[in-house]
C-alpha cells in the first residue's frame, strides 16, 4: 500500500476502503493534497459548485445538538423567528442569483417542519422558480418521503440533511434524534427523485476514525453533495471551548474525503470563515465546492469575495452533481 499506487487504483475506479483511507491520513500533507486534487481534476475537471443559505426559520429548536447556536436547550442569545414571507425569500433568491451564485439553500430550524409550514414553503419555491434562475435546496428537518415529494413538485431539486457525524460519534453530541432517523430521512429524499447534499462537522471531538467512517457512511448513501464543516465554538453551547481545527487539519481532511468520494462536490461550509485563508488552500487540495455568503447564526465570506477567488484559482461556477 503506497499513495501513488492508491492515487491510480482510485482514478482507475477502486473504492478505497477503511484500512486504505486510515493509511491515507498520515501521509505527508503535501504530497497527500496533490494527489486528491489530481483526483479532483480528473472526475470534476475545474467545475466549482457555489451556493447561498437562508435562515428562513431561526431558534426554538427542540434538538439538542451541542454544536448549535439555536437549540432551545442552551442560552446563545441566537435570534428566533417564524418562517420568512415569500416576498423576502424571493427578494433573497433574486440577489444571489444576479450575484452568479448557482443554488440557493432555504434552511429551517427545529426538528421537522410541519405539513402547514411545508406549504407555505412551496408556495415560496414556485415564486422562486417561475421568476429566477437559480436552483432552491431545502433543509427541513427529517421529513417523510410524501412530504419530500411535495417540496420536488414545488420546484425544490436538492435536500440539505448532514449527518454531523460518524454511527459511533453521533450520540455523543445529539440524544434528541438519533443517526437512523438522519439516514431514513435522507432516503426518503432520495425516494422522492430529490439529489441530496449530506455532510458533517469536524472538530466535535470526534477521531480519524470517525471522520472516515462519516465519509463511508455518506458514500454507501450514494451523496454526492459534501459540506465539510469545521466548528465554529458558540458561546453557551457545550463545544463552547473547544479548540479550532487548523488549516493543515482541514486540508488533510479535504484531501482523504476526495479519495473515498472522488466523484463528489466537496463543499467548504461553516467555519471556513475562521481559516486564515478563507479555504484557498482546501481548494487545490480536493474541495470544488463552497457555502458562501453568511451561515446560519455567523458571520461568513461574501459571494464576491468567493467568486473573485474562484477566478484566481481557475474554477468554473457550474452545477454539479444535480
Known amino acids: 500500500m503506497n499513495l501513488e499506487e492508491l492515487t491510480a487504483a482510485v482514478l482507475d475506479g477502486h473504492a478505497i476502503s477503511r484500512e486504505e483511507a486510515l493509511f491515507l491520513y498520515d501521509q505527508p500533507l503535501e504530497d497527500l493534497c496533490q494527489r486528491a486534487d489530481a483526483i479532483r481534476r480528473h472526475f470534476c475537471a ?18 439538542n445538538c451541542k454544536f448549535c447556536a439555536q437549540s432551545a436547550h442552551y442560552a446563545t442569545g441566537a435570534k428566533s423567528y417564524p418562517l420568512l414571507s415569500k416576498d423576502e425569500i424571493l427578494r433573497q ?19 421537522a417542519l410541519s405539513d402547514a409550514e411545508i406549504d407555505e414553503m412551496c408556495e415560496a419555491i ?24 411535495k417540496l420536488k413538485e414545488a420546484g425544490a431539486s436538492r435536500v ?21 432517523d438522519k439516514v431514513a430521512a435522507i432516503r426518503a429524499a432520495q425516494a ?22 462519516m465519509a463511508l457512511a455518506l458514500r454507501a448513501l450514494g451523496v ?38 472522488p466523484q463528489a462536490a466537496i463543499r467548504l461550509a461553516g467555519g471556513r470563515g475562521l481559516l486564515p485563508d478563507k479555504g ?43
Open 93 to 111: 433568491a433574486a440577489a444571489n442569483a444576479a450575484q452568479g451564485i448557482l443554488r440557493y439553500s432555504l434552511v429551517t430550524a427545529g426538528r
Open 46 to 63: 475545474d467545475d466549482f459548485d457555489i451556493c447561498t443559505i437562508v435562515n428562513a426559520k431561526s431558534g426554538h429548536c427542540s434538538e
Open 280 to 322: 484557498r488552500a482546501c481548494f487545490t487540495a480536493g474541495a470544488n465546492a463552497a457555502i458562501s455568503g453568511d451561515m446560519l447564526t455567523t458571520s461568513g465570506i461574501t459571494t464576491q469575495t468567493d467568486m473573485a477567488l474562484l477566478g484566481e484559482l481557475g474554477y468554473v461556477p457550474r452545477a454539479c452533481n444535480g
Open 224 to 261: 454526492q453533495s459534501v459540506p465539510i464543516n469545521m466548528l465554529n465554538p458558540i458561546p453557551g453551547t457545550p463545544l463552547e471551548k473547544m479548540p479550532p481545527l487548523t488549516n493543515d487539519d482541514m486540508r488533510r481532511i479535504v484531501a482523504v474525503y476526495r479519495f473515498i468520494l
Open 192 to 213: 422522492a427523485g430529490l439529489s441530496v447534499c449530506s455532510g458533517g462537522i469536524m472538530g466535535l471531538g470526534e477521531t480519524v476514525a470517525d471522520r472516515i467512517d
Open 160 to 180: 440539505h440533511n448532514n449527518l454531523e457525524a460518524s454511527p459511533r460519534f453521533f450520540p455523543e453530541i445529539c440524544t434528541t434524534h438519533r443517526f437512523e
Open 126 to 149: 414556485r415564486a422562486i422558480r417561475a421568476q429566477v434562475d437559480i436552483r432552491v435546496c431545502v433543509s427541513f428537518g427529517l421529513l417523510n418521503e410524501a412530504q419530500f415529494r
